[in-house]
């Protein structure tokens, strides 16, 4: 049964080879090499599962996934992976290698949670494991499962095959607060490595090439610095820091009608002073300024910070600011995505089962979300022709890496369909069969594309003349970074401080249930009783 399989899945590769446009030069691992990749990545489909499962249950927030990050390094380690720990000043932060010559490809995805995103999964309905703790409520806790099941197969297929190349798999920490990647390439993470594959997860199964579409982004913090003074007693001798915070949210507010449509700014105030009857001697505000490319971030910024200036000199206070991070609009490679997407369309999507299908359509009902199922069929390459013209939106630091060495972001199925990012309904099936299918079919793919690009010297020189000559043509990485600029690893330590506690008991254990649904006793597809 096993050798018909795999003589089925080089029949379709050699196929897809053939025909798709452009795939034919790129897609140069010998077909049995990717059928033996592919085999390897199933037989590694519980790893998968476990992973998934467990970082699901850390659910740590960025710069405090210190549980995320000792797991998957034990796990890197134990095959023979070594680890780095602490890079780039970073607590959190590791690169796992393995392997000596031929080209190093960096291989990562994120792993950190959201903040009050507590989901049961499996739970169409709403219902937090604990009240206000993080959740992972974008599916951070699949995509590194992802790597490190791809990683392996193809590190099977090079021993056995004594192809060079060198694996480095890293994590990004801290995406929601988009505070790390320009660290790392100021650090020179990725100073010797020849290209880089990240991975996402989606509802759909892609990638794509090109200006991506989305903002990049600078992450500021300003604090204002005036006179505490009795606020009753003796108002006039003290100056409020947080009647400059108060001021420059005022001055932004009515400057954005005069900013282009593409822009998205906004803030949270961080400090706010101590009691009412005490003049705030201390106030804070954090802003993320989003434009959509490098000129106009650093526009956007420059506005800022006139804008906090002309607030304290109008409140006779001080201020200062801090950059807590920066994220370069995104930029696939062309070549990298077409030999990545020949591999994709040789996979397919997952085999979705009815109890998959009919969870999604309860998940989707019990939100009052648009009904769509699970879909079956590969997605479309992304191209600048088939996205059309943006008007500005979210961000991703992988653009700091994108402008750093030739990268592109696999997209793998592990969602429900039109749920809501950022938001508690996109936690429900981040550790169901969902998300296990879409890791399995994801790693797939991108294991065959490690051994197209270990196997292919010209992929790899290829993919670096588009970015020399034309990523790179009219634009060049240009970050809003200091030297002095240090990350923000004092983000979330309060929270975890509080929360950890009470979500350690509610740890997936893998040695005593098949699965973190089995341990939380949810029987899928667990759908709502019928009214």
């Known amino acids: ?115 009050a995103l507590s989901q049961t999964p499996g739970s169409p309905e709403l219902k937090p494991q604990v009240q206000g703790a993080p959740g992972h ?120 009608e005069h900013l282009p449509v593409t822009q998205r700014s906004h803030y949270v105030i961080t400090n706010g002073g101590g009691q009412p009857n005490i003049v705030p001697g201390e106030a804070s505000v954090w802003y993320y300024f989003r434009e959509q490319n490098f000129e106009t971030i650093r526009g956007l910024y420059e506005i800022g910070n006139r804008i906090s200036e002309a607030a304290a000199m109008a409140t006779d206070t001080q201020v200062e600011r801090r950059v807590l991070g920066y994220a370069a609009p995104n930029y696939g490679n062309k070549p990298l995505a077409e030999a990545a997407y020949a591999n994709i369309k040789a996979v397919g999507m997952p085999q979705w089962s009815e109890a998959d299908q009919a969870f999604a359509r309860a998940t989707q009902e019990a939100n009052h979300l648009k009904v769509e199922p699970l879909a079956t069929e590969v997605a479309e390459l992304s191209t600048p022709d088939s996205r059309g013209i943006s008007m500005g939106g979210g961000s991703d630091d992988i653009g700091d890496i994108m402008w750093t060495v030739p990268t592109i972001t696999i997209r793998y199925p592990s969602n429900i369909p039109n749920t809501i990012g950022h938001h508690v309904t996109a936690a429900i099936a981040m550790a169901t069969p969902i998300a296990h299918k879409g890791v399995v079919v994801g790693a797939e793919a991108l294991a065959m594309t490690i051994l197209d690009l270990v196997t292919t010297p010209s992929l790899v020189a290829e993919a670096k003349d588009y970015f020399q000559n034309v990523q790179l043509k009219d634009q060049k990485y240009d970050p809003v970074l200091a030297d002095t600029d240090m990350p923000g690893i004092h983000l979330n330590e309060d929270i975890m401080a509080r929360m950890r506690p009470k979500m350690e008991p509610l740890y997936y254990d893998p040695s005593k249930y098949d699965t973190y649904l089995e341990q939380l006793g949810i029987a899928y597809p667990n759908l709502p009783a019928k009214k």
């Open 1 to 115: 049964m096993a050798a018909s399989r795999t003589r089925s899945f080089t029949a379709i590769l050699l196929a897809t080879a053939l025909y798709l446009p452009g795939a034919a030069a790129q897609a140069a691992a010998p077909p049995e090499m990717k059928a033996a990749a592919s085999e390897g990545v199933k037989s590694r489909a519980k790893l998968a599962q476990e992973m998934v499962d467990s970082i699901y249950s850390f659910a740590e927030p960025g710069f405090q996934e210190f549980r995320t990050s000792e797991y998957v390094t034990k796990i890197l380690e134990e095959n023979g992976f070594k680890i780095e720990r602490g890079v780039a000043g970073i607590p959190t932060a590791w690169t796992a290698t393995w392997g000596s010559g031929g080209p190093k490809i960096g291989l990562g995805s994120d792993i950190d949670a959201l903040l």
């Open 137 to 256: 409520g974008e599916g951070h806790n699949s995509g590194m499962p992802m790597m490190v099941v791809a990683a392996l197969a193809a590190k099977d297929i090079m021993q056995a095959n004594n192809l060079p190349g060198t694996l480095m798999i890293w994590p990004g920490v801290a995406e929601e607060l988009l505070a790390t990647k320009a660290f790392y390439v100021r650090e020179g993470l990725f100073d010797d490595v020849d290209v880089n594959i990240f991975s996402h997860v989606s509802r759909d199964f892609s990638t794509g090439w090109g200006p991506a579409g989305n903002n990049g982004m600078v992450s500021v913090e300003y604090t204002f610095r005036g006179k505490t003074s009795h606020a009753a007693g003796a108002p006039w001798a003290g100056r409020s820091a947080l009647d400059g915070v108060e001021l420059m949210n005022t001055a932004w507010n009515m400057r954005r």
